[in-house]
């Protein structure tokens, strides 16, 4: 990927990452029905281009890490019935939570896990490429209702200065005395069976994390974290929510393939504003699958992405403008625009080209390299491609 022009800098940087799944069933060996023991790995290589030469709170590829070999999931899933089963062992929020299988072909990596979790949650969330000890379980009411919950160790890489990967660089952390993360959505599917309307997915659901959250401006005393006055000391508040929703819908189908055709979707969170960096998050986007003859793995996206900085985060900038006397740019919102095209090389071999435009970097942040910081990070203009090799 190459960040050509905006950003923090110019350059272009390679990241690569290889992953290793297995699965295991139990019951041809010695009889245990209904279970399946999985586990992943990750071998990580190479720079991202985000923190280096963008400055945004979103990563422009939805794989970059720090460069390491490290355990991602492992976990053993029983089905207790035709309806429920219970999923325990070190898991991943965002292999179940909070998805839609169409924000996939976007390589920018608020359309994975999106920044208002990244920005707000202690280590970034419990998502790549981290994962900590949870118990999640999926009630299935039938072909249309799912229903799935999920306590979760807290915090994947636990309290420190620095980057989180660091502190659990191999996966290998098993932490279980973090506050805990709980989380809990419900799917509903609609249009396939009675063919209506063209089918499509509405989720909805949220979270709770248990722990302790620092207020965005003001210290333990009342007056702002500027004040030279006050104590300097965040005000702590207890706990931190979210709620949010997903929709997926095909707009179009072609009549000869019903799997093909043009699909939309979106997604939506809210975050209180008084303790996360950003209390709104909006993404979304047309996927256009199948649609050229003779080229039925092609897909086509175009997607953006709206993280709204909070108040409270806006006011403490122009609170630090106050207090020393600075012109310093104040935070409001960081936007990603991407299109993309994924096309079939080979079997197993695919190949995607990917422009993105990043507006307001870090928000509006001020550019660090500007001597009194009147101007804010400017807007980036990112090119790449991936390649994709499944064997």
Do not use: C
């Not at 586990?39 to 720090?66: C, F, K, M, N, P």
């Not at 998050?281 to 793995?297: A, E, S």
């Not at 409270?312 to 409001?332: S, V, W």
């Amino acid at each position: 990927m190459a960040n050509v022009s905006g950003g923090l800098r110019t350059g272009a940087r390679y990241i690569g990452r290889a992953q290793a799944a297995a699965d295991f069933n139990p019951e041809p060996l010695i009889g245990w029905t209904g279970a399946l023991a999985h586990a992943s790995i990750y071998q990580i290589h190479g720079v991202g281009l985000t923190g280096a030469s963008i400055g945004s709170y979103a990563t422009v590829s939805d794989i970059e890490a720090l460069a390491t070999t490290r355990l991602n999931e492992v976990w053993l899933e029983q089905k207790l019935n035709d309806h429920l089963s219970l999923r325990v062992g070190q898991l991943a929020v965002d292999s179940e939570f909070f998805l839609t299988p169409y924000l996939g072909i976007g390589i920018g990596g608020t359309f994975g896990w999106p920044a208002i979790a990244t920005a707000n949650l202690p280590s970034g969330g419990i998502v790549y490429p981290l994962a900590a000890p949870a118990a999640r379980i999926k009630i299935t009411a039938n072909d249309r209702v799912a229903l799935l919950a999920a306590v979760f160790n807290g915090d994947p890489a636990g309290p420190g200065a620095g980057d989180p990967q660091k502190r659990n660089a191999y996966g290998l952390n098993f932490r279980i005395a973090d506050a805990p993360f709980v989380i809990g959505e419900a799917q509903i599917k609609y249009g396939a069976e009675t063919g209506s309307v063209l089918p499509g997915t509405l989720r909805i659901g949220g979270w709770r994390h248990f722990g302790r959250f620092a207020d965005e401006r003001f210290a333990s005393d009342g007056r702002s974290i500027w004040d030279p006055r006050g104590s300097g000391a965040p005000l702590q508040h207890r706990g931190d929510i979210a709620i949010y929703g997903v929709l997926d819908q095909q707009v179009l189908q072609r009549p000869d393939k019903t799997d093909d055709g043009v699909f939309a979707f979106g997604r939506i969170a809210w975050a209180p504003s008084d303790r996360n960096t950003i209390d709104l998050y909006v993404d979304g986007g047309l996927t256009f699958q199948g649609m050229i003859p003779d080229r039925p793995d092609d897909q086509l996206a175009f997607l953006g992405a709206f993280a709204r900085v909070g108040a409270p985060a806006r006011a403490a900038d122009l609170d630090a403008n106050a207090f020393t006397e600075a012109n310093r740019a104040a935070r409001t919102y960081e936007s990603i625009l991407e299109a993309t095209y994924s096309f079939k090389a080979a079997t197993g071999v695919l190949v995607q080209p990917s422009l993105q435009y990043v507006i307001h970097p870090g928000g509006g942040a001020p550019a660090p390299n500007e001597p009194i910081a009147l101007r804010s990070i400017p807007n980036a203009f990112v090119v790449g491609v991936r390649t994709t090799v499944q064997y």
